[in-house]
């Protein structure tokens, strides 16, 4: 695939060191950094964003996360990889990425769970993973910036 064009985050100078400081503020809220690799995993498959599914996945190896539970996060349900944890970040991950596809995007039972497994600096680390990583999987979509590309 051909990118339309160069990712827009490089090309206004002040974008992209706006945007990474953004991604390095979710680091520091005390979410284990392979639940925010999960999330931002999982956002990306749903907006099929292959330039941050390919990278998502050499992040999370290089942080020591097991191929077999990088393979399942898009059946996490399912798969017996994933502790409660986890599965309440992912579950809050997938209702904050598909907006549109209920009436209530986020419902308090999906809310609840979350808040029963991170304290409110987490959940806050949490939901501005989700949002960086929509936003990254929006430029990327958008100008087709081709999987394993680099900018």
């Avoid at 409660?84 to 992912?90: H, P, Q, S």
Wanted: aromatic fraction near 6%; include cysteine; charged fraction near 20%.
């Amino acid at each position: 695939m051909q990118a339309r064009m160069n990712n827009p985050a490089t090309i206004i100078p002040e974008a992209l060191p706006a945007i990474l400081d953004l991604l390095k503020t979710t680091r520091k809220g005390g979410v284990p950094e392979s639940t925010l690799e999960l999330v931002h995993l999982r956002a990306s498959q749903i907006n099929g964003c292959g330039y941050c599914v390919v990278g998502g996945v050499a992040s999370a190896k290089k942080g020591g996360e097991t191929d077999e539970r990088l393979h399942a996060v898009a059946a996490w349900r399912e798969a017996p990889f994933f502790n409660d944890a986890e599965r309440a970040a992912l579950a809050l991950t997938e209702a904050a990425t598909r907006l549109a596809d209920r009436p209530d995007a986020v419902p308090d039972q999906i809310w609840d769970d979350a808040a029963d497994h991170y304290d409110e600096q987490q959940l806050a680390a949490i939901i501005l993973m989700i949002g960086v990583t929509n936003f990254f999987n929006r430029l990327n979509v958008t100008t087709r910036q081709p999987a394993g590309a680099t900018w």
